[in-house]
């Protein structure tokens, strides 16, 4: 009985304390107030997010080491290393566009996370910047910054997706107002927007003249699951109009350009430049729906030794993509990421090929008015082992929302549960000017 009476009279005098405490500081002058960290902030518009499904190899790409031989099973890089036109900084052999260009980019060498051989858990923490938790559904990058910063224009979505659809990819606790419009063709726009051939416009308008009829003698919407269905088919109308499809028309752009994006992938990058142009806020671009090289970047065995096709391929596009947008003037206004779901060992599996590594790989920014110094981070002699400046997903998140001018240590709600938007990540501070 003492004791439990002591125990309460201990939380009184700890309460007491406490709330004394919190008085005392609310009555200090500024001067004498605790500082918080000053937020570094950027003025990027727009994120076009390349997603190389797969596990792009770092040690073959961005952070070249040694030469390794599968043959002999030593470790190392895949290719050669060229240098590139930031100062000790060297890239694969196989991107010499990339090099060319790499004073707008930061290879940020050091990222990581503790998944190494589920593709679909890294996937997701790659998209939504955290493990699975309990039963949050957690929000997306891409609706994270819907929901922040809406689209440009009222007649553009905020978010699109340039792949297939995946819950990776959704809008979580946010809810449907904030997840993406997804196509898989470049050349003809969502296929759900598209008016059918036996519907003329003039039927069409007709349609929509008897929906704001309708609309008029409704009663009022008060439920949130039919405000929702309101505002996505107001959207849907407003999205099947010629402005927003026009995106579309890639023939409309000069062919050296088209040709200088590269195939399929590079046709993606290319609209995607163009959706910035009418407003997207954040665009991901899949580079996972046709590999040239059968296997992707989950280089396996044998799947290693036509890599080099999607290398190839990659600097192609994000070259042009870079270039291309520096000469609109769009470049500091969009950021540019290149990110993965892992990367690879240095290591070679019986087949020549590589396993999967998530203690240390590589994600790339461009552009977005940041501070690019060709690389950030460092990672031991075989790419393995992160020597310096390591960088969590919650880092790389808050650098992105850092560079939208998103308050990356604010917290979002799932209901009254707050959620910190990053997971009380911090941004790369020197990528701030």
Partial sequence: MNQSLNSLVGRRQFLSAGATTIAGLASLPAWAAPEASPQVQGKAEHVISIWLGGGMGQIDTFDTKRKGNPDKQTPGSYYNAIPTAVKDVTVCEHLPKVASIMDRITAVRTVHHSVIDEHAAATNWMHVGRPVSGTVVYPSLGSIVSHERGALSDSAPPYVVIGYPNNSRGPGFLGAEHSYLYLTETGRGPTGLARHLTISRERQTER????????????????????????????????SGPSFMRSFQ????????????????????????????????????????????????????????????????????????????????????????????????????????????????????????????????????????????????????????????????????????????????????????
């Avoid at 959620?419 to 790369?428: K, L, N």
């Fill in 250 to 433: 890639l023939e409309s752009e000069a062919s050296a350009l088209r040709q200088s994006y590269g195939g399929e992938f590079g046709q993606r990058c290319l609209l995607a430049r163009r959706l910035v142009e009418r407003g997207v806020r954040f665009i991901e671009v899949s580079h996972n729906l046709n590999f040239l090289n059968g296997a992707g970047w989950d280089v396996h065995n044998r799947g290693i030794l036509d890599q080099h096709k999607l290398i190839h391929e990659l600097d192609d596009a994000l070259s042009t993509l870079i270039l291309d947008l520096e000469e609109r003037k769009l470049l500091d206004k969009t950021l540019v990421v290149v990110s993965t779901e892992f990367g690879r060992p240095p290591q070679f599996d019986g087949g020549g090929g590589r396993g999967h590594q998530g203690s240390a790989f590589t994600c790339v920014l461009a552009g977005g008015g940041l501070k690019h110094q060709g690389a950030f981070g460092e990672t031991d002699e075989l790419s393995q082992t992160i020597v310096s400046d390591p960088v969590s997903v919650p880092d790389l998140f808050a650098t992105i929302h850092a560079a939208m001018g998103i308050d990356y240590a604010k917290s979002l709600y799932d209901g009254d549960r707050p959620v910190p938007i990053t997971d009380r990540g911090q941004p790369i501070t020197k990528l701030f000017g």
């Fill in 208 to 239: 929509e003249q008897l929906l704001k009829q309708a609309r008029r003698v409704q009663p009022e919407v008060r439920e949130k699951v039919l405000e929702d269905y309101a505002a996505a088919a107001d959207l849907s109308l407003r999205l």
